[in-house]
């Protein structure tokens, strides 16, 4: 029974794009998957804590080591790890802010990348010291962008380091089956703006019709909506 993880990053409501994006995603996902489970966690609406030292203490710690306040640090960091290796399919609506990612999808990275959960470090592999985790997984990223050409070959490539952020950021920790779809010209407008969309959401049904491979033998959730502000993030300007 696959399951998906549903997150976005939008401080918008209605007039965000990627919610609307990722939202498509997620019904035609069941549609082709009526056997399928989700996971949805809104960061966008309600943020998630930055990285304190009390965390960075906690997470170099070992785990027969800390303390029940290290063990508190640690819980929401725990909950999200969690959710990402329960999943199957992870799709995420990340707005493009000043020429990378929100700060609140940062905050949401910062706590998932984490020795121990999603990576291992061997001092005495000089070649290799960093070992992912997280394995068999695959990655939509949803992207608005203000204006275009963002891509590859696009005349505003060398100022997009949203995606190789991303790319680099998931593959650190195993995910390695990465897709981002974009929508651009939301500051144009328009017929570019309408065209984009279109052609971000064709991407999108087509992606969600696709069979996924499962992981095998992690229960399935049931799906669940995060509402609290301990479990949620935001977004940055247009998303």
């Known amino acids: 029974m696959p399951h998906l993880l549903h997150i976005d990053s939008s401080p918008r409501s209605d007039r965000s794009h990627t919610r609307g994006l990722t939202a498509d995603f997620v019904q035609s996902w069941q549609v082709n998957h009526p056997n399928s489970t989700v996971t949805y966690r809104d960061i966008g609406r309600s943020p ?48 493009f802010y000043n020429f990378g990612m929100p700060s609140g999808f940062k905050a949401y990275i910062d706590q998932i990348v984490r020795i121990g ?57 195993g995910v390695n089956d990465l897709e981002i779809i974009a929508a651009e010209n939301d500051e144009h407008g328009g017929a570019a703006l309408v065209n984009s969309l279109e052609s971000a959401r064709r991407n999108i049904l087509r992606l969600a019709a696709e069979d996924q491979p499962q992981k095998g033998d992690l229960a399935p959730l049931t799906r669940t909506r995060r509402s609290t502000k301990s479990q949620l993030i935001p977004d940055g300007r247009q998303g």
Do not use: C
Not at 142 to 166: A, F
């Open 48 to 95: 998630l804590p930055h990285v304190t030292e009390e965390w960075i203490a906690a997470a170099f710690t070992p785990p027969n080591e800390r303390s029940q306040a290290m063990q508190d640090a640690l819980r929401l960091s725990n909950e999200l790890i969690d959710e990402l290796l329960l999943a199957d399919v992870i799709v995420a609506g990340i707005p």
């Open 117 to 173: 959960r999603t990576f291992l470090f061997n001092p005495d592999n000089e070649e290799s010291p960093y070992t992912p985790l997280v394995h068999g997984k695959r990655m939509i990223a949803v992207i608005s962008r203000g204006d275009s050409g963002y891509g590859s070959g696009g005349r505003n490539e060398k100022n997009n380091h949203l995606d190789p952020h991303l790319r680099t950021v998931f593959r650190f920790i």
